[in-house]
């Protein structure tokens, strides 16, 4: 019963770790969308390749 217990226990801050980190990985994507979105000049290729991943990413996923 004991084991049974931790191992629920484990389960359960394992996923809220792994939402947590989702969440710290959706808000740096955000964060570095929202850095590239501010720039005044324009973009480099891969600037605006990455910029259209992350609206991508964040849109859908």
Do not use: G, H, T
Request: a positive charge.
């Amino acid at each position: 019963m004991v084991k049974e217990n931790s191992l629920n226990e484990f389960r359960s801050m394992w996923d809220i770790k792994q939402k947590d980190l989702a969440v710290k990985e959706r808000l740096s994507k955000m964060s570095l969308l929202d850095s590239l979105i501010a720039k005044k000049e324009l973009l480099a290729d891969c600037e605006e390749a990455l910029k259209k991943k992350l609206i991508s990413d964040l849109m859908f996923n």
